[in-house]
């Protein structure tokens, strides 16, 4: 059983206040606002940056996982994740996108794979309250 761990220091109220969020690894500070979070505006990273990192990291390994037990590991691929935040309202969806070079699958099948990466994915089920889409599988040969 492995356990993650992240601190954030805080400073002031929320509206005007900032933070520092730390990962346990010890291999990145970043920065964090209520006005990012709210606005978009600024340059600091918002909790769902985060997620969507950590969703975006999930699936790839779910995926490579998946493809590496058909017998087709990919060569390479990336994983793009969106997180929609609604201030009052919350997280609303998650949506990943990936595009892979995988030699000898063809692109059904490789859909059929990341779907079920995406479905069975750690991330993906702990966000099970909110809407986890995965918006294309593309292969390119």
Same mark, same amino acid.
């Given at each position: 059983?492995? &356990? ?7 400073? !002031?109220?929320? #509206?005007?206040?900032?933070?520092l969020?730390? *990962?346990? +690894? !010890?291999?990145?500070? %970043?920065?964090?606002?209520? $006005? ?6 600024? &340059? +600091? @990273? ?9 969703? #975006? ?15 087709? =590991? =990919?060569?390479?691929? $990336?994983?793009?994740? $969106? %997180?929609?935040?609604?201030p !009052?309202?919350?997280?609303?969806? @998650?949506?990943? &996108? %990936? ?7 063809? =692109? ?13 994915? =750690?991330m +993906? ?8 889409? *995965?918006?294309s599988? &593309?292969?390119?040969?």
């Amino acid at each position: 059983m492995i &356990t993650s761990k992240a601190t954030t220091r805080w400073q !002031g109220g929320l #509206s005007d206040g900032k933070g520092l969020t730390s *990962l346990g +690894s !010890g291999t990145a500070e %970043v920065p964090v606002d209520w $006005r990012q979070r709210s606005t978009g505006e600024g &340059t +600091s @990273s918002t909790p769902e940056e985060l997620l969507a990192a950590a969703h #975006s990291a999930c699936f790839a390994m779910a995926l490579s996982n998946a493809l590496e037990q058909n017998g087709t =590991p =990919p060569l390479e691929m $990336r994983t793009d994740a $969106r %997180v929609q935040f609604v201030p !009052g309202e919350g997280i609303t969806w @998650s949506m990943l &996108t %990936v595009h892979a070079h995988v030699p000898g699958l063809d =692109p059904i099948e490789f859909g059929r794979i990341a779907e079920d990466a995406k479905d069975n994915c =750690p991330m +993906s089920k702990a966000l099970g309250a909110i809407d986890v889409s *995965l918006e294309s599988a &593309t292969l390119q040969q």
